[in-house]
């Protein structure tokens, strides 16, 4: 495990963006249930760049490529340095090692670090949830050992937990079978740990804003296909791509807002039953 990233800020604010779940193929055409997800990609990208949010990292939350190709890691560590700030990563259900972390090791943007202290106030662990072959999430005995260490080491920071799989039920059957498995283990390492504010996601292709004990848990549209909440069948949803800001306030306050693409474009294939 690498150390800590330190970040000092110049501003009490601490900014982040999160992008999750991209899909991405190396083929520019690839494409996943109608969307062409490197396009889909480009869209979240260009619009980010044209907003006034001044973040200063990127958390990339998993999924990040489709068919375990390694030209599409390279294509998102391509495609990410317009965004010239520094991105952390975690991986998700679709993600395999040893090829993501040896295509995106070669690229300095792109942080190898799981740990991250930013100002004088806040800390962002990332842990990895993903269990090969599978897709539900499960933290392992050594996750949990090293957050437990991490928080301990750090008790007097406020601190964001990331994870790419959900905690709380989205009320989807098809997608809830697919859930972190052991949030009871997290649970247990979290409550020793006072200043744990919240816990930020991807993997469930929609935004959430809800309380978990006394986390707030947040999850984040997808850069392309979105799933449709509250259906037990696979449904997805009209809703357009999209992304996350976050303000970590000094004072342990998260503020947050998920933004989207205009309405209606990368619609995907409706009558798709999976993938
Ligand atoms: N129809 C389906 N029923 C159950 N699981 C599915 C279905 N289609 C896709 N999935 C899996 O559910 C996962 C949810 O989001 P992911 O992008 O991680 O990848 C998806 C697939 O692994
Ligand atoms: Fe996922």
Redesign the pocket.
């Known amino acids: 495990m690498k150390g800590a990233y330190e970040l000092p800020s110049a501003s009490p604010i601490v900014r982040i963006l999160q992008i999750t779940?991209p899909?991405l193929f190396a083929t520019p055409d690839g494409q996943l249930l109608g969307v062409p997800t490197v396009k889909s990609f480009q869209a979240v990208l260009d619009a980010i760049q044209k907003e006034a949010f001044d973040y200063e990292i990127i958390l990339a939350t998993g999924?990040l490529v489709q068919d375990h190709n390694r030209e599409a890691y390279h294509r998102f560590g391509q495609m990410v340095k317009q965004l010239k700030k520094p991105l952390f990563w975690i991986e998700?259900?679709?993600d395999l090692q040893p090829q993501m972390s040896n295509a995106l090791g070669i690229y300095a943007q792109i942080q190898p670090h799981r740990h991250i202290l930013l100002s004088n106030n806040w800390q962002v662990v990332l842990l990895d949830s993903h269990v090969f072959g599978k897709?539900g999430g499960k933290l392992s005995k050594s996750q949990l050992a090293w957050l437990a260490e991490t928080l301990k080491n750090n008790a007097e920071r406020y601190t964001l937990v990331v994870l790419h799989h959900n905690i709380l039920p989205t009320n989807s059957a098809?997608?809830d079978q697919?859930s972190l498995s052991n949030p009871e283990q997290l649970a247990d390492v979290l409550s020793d740990f006072p200043n744990v504010k919240a816990i930020l996601h991807g993997?469930i292709?929609q935004e959430v804003d809800k309380k978990w004990m006394d986390y707030r848990v947040l999850a984040t549209p997808s850069t392309c296909i979105q799933f449709k909440p509250n259906c037990d069948k696979?449904t997805l949803d009209i809703k357009s791509p999209g992304w996350r800001e976050l303000n970590l306030m000094p004072n342990g306050v998260i503020k947050t807002v998920v933004k989207r693409l205009e309405d209606a474009c990368f619609l995907p294939n409706f009558s798709a039953?999976?993938?």
């Open positions: 779940d899909h999924d998700g259900n679709h897709p098809w997608l697919h993997h292709h696979f039953t999976g993938y």
